[in-house]
């Protein structure tokens, strides 16, 4: 899977459509019959009637004899068309490349740069996250390349291609400084927990936690397990086990790791780690209202302004 589509090309310039590189074929004379013939084409690898997708080129101009058949001959650069119904004149003729496959094409040759651009320390093909998607700085500066590129294939010198590959080289360079984080980066506050709400509907929410997780990695699921006010809700906590994290095993249903009743203060989660709800007085808690608080250990954790690596140390 690419790391963008060509919707993700039209958020970036919602203009790209317009550079189509096709090229109008004209001139077109009988050559005999209803076989038809434009000279000096230039190279024809796919031609198109009327936007109409030809299909392959027939072997050589002497197998074209059937509406919509086509050669191009290379030789005299000419290009053969037949068609009983109507005259090419008439119609609108272009060869040029189908611009979804075209497009496609684009887009892998932009993956690649990135690929190519990016610090050695970042991996040679870029991780997904938990919901299965690229990062979208990565989709963006591969769309942004793309469309560059393609306005570039015809207009060299162009000011909105200038643009886009600008703004591409600026989030390569804070790829690469470690200015921008991915989400598979463990960044030096990650042992202290990101928290995502999943469903969430009443007005005590988790707003803090305390301390350091202890251990390598969790994703601990938190549920409102009796609705209320505070000194009346109570919330469970889902700890990974043997087989699932917690909160795959909050989603499975299993039985919680325990349950605290919500007091607004610092209260237990996790190893090393407390969380804390907030609310004004007269706010309740939803049952079934979910959290994830996702954790990596303190041991795991790294600087936030780059990747540890090694260097070489010399004495004058």
Same mark, same amino acid.
């Given at each position: 899977?690419?790391?963008?589509?060509?919707?993700?090309?039209?958020?970036? $310039?919602?203009?790209?459509?317009? !550079? &189509?590189?096709?090229?109008? +074929?004209?001139?077109?004379?009988?050559?005999?019959?209803? =076989?038809?013939? /434009?000279?000096?084409?230039?190279?024809?690898?796919?031609? $198109?009637?009327? @936007?109409?997708?030809? @299909?392959?080129?027939?072997? *050589?101009?002497?197998?074209?004899?059937?509406?919509?058949?086509?050669?191009?001959?290379?030789?005299?650069?000419?290009?053969?068309?037949?068609?009983?119904?109507?005259? %090419?004149?008439?119609?609108?003729?272009?060869?040029?490349?189908?611009?979804?496959?075209?497009?496609?094409?684009? +887009?892998?040759?932009?993956?690649?740069?990135?690929?190519?651009?990016?610090?050695?320390?970042?991996? #040679?093909?870029?991780?997904? &996250?938990?919901?299965? *998607?690229?990062?979208?700085? =990565?989709? #963006?500066?591969?769309?942004?390349?793309?469309?560059?590129? =393609?306005?570039?294939?015809?207009? %060299?010198?162009?000011?909105? /291609?200038?643009?886009? $590959?600008?703004? /591409?080289?600026?989030?390569?360079?804070?790829?690469?400084? @470690?200015?921008?984080?991915?989400?598979?980066?463990?960044?030096?506050?990650?042992?202290?927990?990101?928290?995502?709400?999943?469903?969430?509907?009443?007005?005590?929410?988790?707003?803090?936690?305390?301390?350091?997780?202890? @251990?390598?990695?969790?994703?601990?699921?938190?549920?409102?397990?009796? /609705?209320?006010?505070?000194?009346?809700?109570?919330?469970? +906590?889902?700890?990974?086990?043997?087989?699932?994290?917690?909160?795959? #095993?909050?989603?499975?249903?299993?039985?919680?790791?325990?349950?605290?009743?919500? *007091?607004?203060?610092?209260?237990?989660?996790?190893?090393?780690?407390?969380?804390? $709800?907030?609310?004004?007085?007269?706010?309740?808690?939803?049952? *079934?209202?979910?959290?994830? +608080?996702? !954790? !990596?250990?303190?041991?795991?954790?790294?600087?936030?302004?780059?990747? %540890? !690596?090694?260097? #070489?140390?010399?004495?004058?």
């Amino acid at each position: 899977m690419a790391y963008c589509t060509e919707r993700d090309l039209k958020d970036v $310039f919602p203009s790209v459509d317009e !550079f &189509d590189t096709k090229t109008t +074929i004209y001139g077109w004379v009988v050559h005999s019959s209803n =076989l038809y013939r /434009a000279d000096n084409s230039g190279l024809v690898t796919q031609l $198109f009637a009327n @936007g109409q997708d030809l @299909g392959n080129a027939e072997s *050589n101009s002497g197998e074209v004899g059937s509406n919509s058949e086509w050669y191009y001959e290379s030789s005299l650069d000419a290009v053969y068309y037949y068609n009983s119904a109507t005259n %090419p004149n008439d119609m609108l003729m272009e060869s040029g490349e189908d611009w979804a496959t075209l497009k496609t094409r684009y +887009i892998s040759n932009a993956e690649k740069y990135l690929d190519s651009r990016l610090d050695g320390r970042l991996p #040679r093909k870029q991780f997904k &996250d938990k919901d299965g *998607n690229y990062d979208y700085i =990565l989709v #963006r500066t591969t769309a942004l390349l793309a469309c560059s590129f =393609l306005l570039r294939a015809s207009q %060299p010198v162009s000011e909105i /291609a200038d643009a886009l $590959f600008d703004e /591409a080289e600026k989030n390569i360079m804070s790829l690469n400084d @470690g200015s921008t984080k991915l989400s598979w980066q463990v960044t030096g506050d990650s042992s202290q927990g990101v928290i995502r709400e999943v469903s969430v509907s009443g007005n005590l929410r988790i707003t803090d936690t305390r301390g350091q997780y202890h @251990g390598i990695y969790d994703r601990v699921g938190v549920k409102i397990t009796t /609705a209320g006010a505070l000194g009346t809700a109570k919330y469970s +906590i889902w700890e990974k086990d043997g087989d699932n994290l917690g909160a795959e #095993r909050m989603n499975n249903s299993e039985t919680a790791s325990y349950v605290q009743t919500i *007091n607004g203060q610092y209260q237990p989660l996790t190893s090393g780690v407390d969380i804390r $709800f907030h609310g004004d007085t007269a706010d309740t808690a939803t049952l *079934n209202d979910k959290w994830e +608080i996702e !954790f !990596f250990g303190k041991n795991e954790s790294m600087l936030d302004n780059g990747m %540890p !690596f090694s260097v #070489r140390m010399t004495r004058k």
